[in-house]
């Protein structure tokens, strides 16, 4: 009989916005709802993820991560392995996919950033830029490292694949669950808005390429008029780029018509989804794809992106554009709002295709992949 893992660590110290955030508490919480008698011991850095909630064998360690990426890491690289030697642990599940070098403890790595590997052109700061290069080189030790890698999506493996020898890697693609039970209404909700609003979720990263959606928007007005707004709920990463996003808006006087919300509760997320009519995502580069899914729970019609891995995990259930042509985008935004039998249709296909996605088929072969790494 195979053996099961009875101490499972959670490294989630890296998933501090947005998606990241939600997998690191929906999937730990998944994990030790679907083994009981096991002990889970949850490293985060974000507040949202250490309140869960989650079972009574989850241990969760809040640590703030440090402001400078270089004293995480070292944290990581040379603390983390003593604690996990001293706990015991049988197995790390590592969501911020780096390996720990220094640590003999079996490991299971999960690529959730596609920067580092894929070959989409998104526009970065230096910066940034130097540390994709760092992180980069970093992937190939840390794979070779794992025990095993988990990739989100079919799409990711292929990306990866054009640097790195995957055939030579032990690798496995599961796909992220998403939350079919709506959380409750946010006081006053979306009401606040005056016309039906097309929603888009998530924070400002440059790969969500907003100012596509601008562009659209301004080319919707002109051709249709200002009957649909757009609604953005997700605050800045960078506060530079947010700004020029904010100036882009005010410059073409779209300001009654485009809003910018923040970072906003995971309540008023669900009331901006049960309110909106049809939900808009003009991203480059995802590892997953979770807000479609998200906004398919809630019956919204999605109209999403042709490029990285989103036709593969919305599949029918979504209208498709190119994001990097605004005209098209404003063309399929109004046929979406502007014909019922498509928006039934895909409201429809929407509900289907987010029962392939549970978390708790998502925590199972999670599990199966960190008992695995059991027999050596």
């Keep these: 009989m195979a053996a099961s893992a009875r101490s499972i660590f959670v490294n989630a110290l890296s998933q501090t916005l947005g998606g990241g955030a939600a997998v690191a508490r929906n999937l730990t919480a998944a994990l030790a709802a679907q083994r009981p008698s096991a002990a889970f011991t949850l490293l985060c850095s974000n507040r949202e993820v250490a309140d869960g909630p989650y079972p009574d064998n989850v241990e969760v360690a809040l640590r703030p991560t440090p402001r400078s990426l270089p004293l995480r890491v070292a944290w990581e690289q040379w603390k983390l392995p003593g604690l996990l030697e001293r706990a015991k642990a049988d197995v790390l599940l590592g969501l911020g996919g780096f390996a720990l070098f220094t640590s003999g403890i079996p490991q299971v790595c999960v690529w959730q950033n596609p920067n580092i590997y894929a070959r989409t052109k998104v526009r970065r700061s230096a910066l940034v830029r130097a540390q994709i290069v760092a992180q980069r080189r970093a992937q190939y030790l840390s794979m070779k490292k794992a025990r095993l890698n988990v990739f989100l999506s079919e799409d990711g493996v292929r990306e990866c694949g054009t640097r790195w020898p995957m055939q030579q890697i032990p690798h496995r693609v599961i796909y992220h669950g998403i939350s079919l039970d709506p959380a409750p209404a946010a006081d006053g909700g979306a009401r606040e808005f005056d016309r039906p609003f097309a929603l888009a979720v998530g924070h400002s990263y440059y790969h969500k390429n907003y100012e596509a959606l601008i562009d659209a928007m301004d080319v919707y007005r002109r051709t249709h008029g200002d009957a649909l707004a757009?609604?953005?709920?997700?605050?800045?990463?960078?506060?530079?780029?947010?700004?020029?996003?904010?100036?882009?808006?005010?410059?073409?006087?779209?300001?009654?018509?485009?809003?910018?919300?923040?970072?906003?509760?995971?309540?008023?997320?669900?009331?901006?989804?049960?309110?909106?009519?049809?939900?808009?995502?003009?991203?480059?580069?995802?590892?997953?794809?979770?807000?479609?899914?998200?906004?398919?729970?809630?019956?919204?019609?999605?109209?999403?992106?042709?490029?990285?891995?989103l036709p593969e995990i919305c599949a029918d259930a979504a209208l498709y554009c190119d994001p990097r042509d605004p005209t098209e985008i404003a063309r399929k935004l109004h046929e979406l709002c502007s014909d019922d039998a498509l928006r039934e249709a895909l409201r429809a296909r929407g509900f289907e295709r987010v029962k392939r996605f549970g978390w708790e088929r998502c925590a199972e072969q999670h599990l199966a992949a960190l008992d695995g790494c059991l027999g050596g």
Excluded: K, N, W
């Excluded at 506060?239 to 923040?262: K, P």
């Excluded at 906003?264 to 669900?270: F, I, Q």
């Excluded at 590892?287 to 999403?304: I, Q, R």
């Design 230 to 309: 757009l609604v953005v709920a997700g605050g800045p990463v960078s506060a530079a780029h947010h700004r020029a996003l904010i100036d882009s808006v005010e410059r073409r006087q779209l300001g009654e018509i485009v809003h910018f919300l923040g970072a906003v509760s995971r309540e008023r997320v669900a009331d901006l989804y049960r309110s909106a009519r049809v939900y808009v995502t003009t991203t480059l580069l995802e590892s997953f794809g979770l807000t479609p899914l998200e906004a398919m729970s809630h019956g919204l019609p999605v109209l999403a992106s042709d490029a990285s891995c």
